[in-house]
């Protein structure tokens, strides 16, 4: 049996420890959606969407629905204008899941392959790929993993 003296010392353990257990409990992580109205477009209006001109003045714009507690997992929407990008000096960088709203891209690897991904497809691009990637427009969902 136990004595007072270690039920004493088991019951003030488990008080100090509940503070700790309880908060990450109490810690509620919920999914995060994109409606359909979202994606029509709704997203864009967003306060957190991020525009931007690029060097050869494309414009895009952007939402991250979500990033992970490891900072290394994230998503979003995106929208971009037309645009040619040589990216044949460095591989890409980061690894990405791309699936295409409206628009289409085409992507040509350092071998000469070609590939060309349309509204309601999707494509990967390893971050080890180089390229040509080039567009009339599209908006795509993007979900992007970077060990970095």
């Given at each position: 049996?136990?004595?007072?003296?270690?039920?004493?010392?088991?019951?003030?353990?488990?008080?100090?420890?509940?503070?700790v257990v309880a908060d990450d409990n109490l810690k509620?992580?919920?999914?995060?959606?994109?409606?359909?109205?979202?994606?029509?477009?709704?997203?864009?209006?967003?306060?957190?969407?991020?525009?931007?001109?690029?060097?050869?003045?494309?414009k895009t714009e952007s939402v991250t629905s979500m990033?992970?507690?490891?900072?290394?997992?994230?998503?979003?929407?995106?929208?971009?204008?037309?645009?040619?990008?040589?990216?044949?000096?460095?591989?890409?960088?980061?690894?990405?899941?791309?699936?295409?709203?409206s628009g289409s891209v085409t992507l040509t690897s350092?071998?000469?392959?070609?590939?060309?991904?349309?509204?309601?497809?999707?494509?990967?691009?390893?971050?080890?790929?180089?390229?040509?990637?080039?567009?009339?427009?599209?908006?795509?969902?993007?979900?992007?993993?970077?060990?970095?």
């Open positions: 049996m136990f004595s007072k003296l270690k039920l004493f010392c088991l019951l003030i353990y488990a008080v100090l420890l509940l503070p509620t992580v919920l999914p995060i959606k994109m409606s359909n109205t979202d994606l029509a477009g709704d997203m864009f209006k967003r306060p957190d969407m991020r525009p931007q001109t690029h060097v050869d003045g494309h990033i992970s507690s490891d900072g290394k997992y994230y998503s979003g929407i995106y929208r971009s204008e037309a645009t040619r990008i040589d990216i044949t000096e460095r591989p890409y960088g980061v690894n990405e899941f791309m699936y295409f709203l350092i071998d000469g392959s070609v590939m060309t991904i349309h509204a309601g497809e999707a494509v990967t691009l390893p971050k080890e790929w180089k390229g040509i990637f080039e567009t009339d427009g599209y908006e795509k969902i993007w979900v992007i993993y970077s060990d970095e």
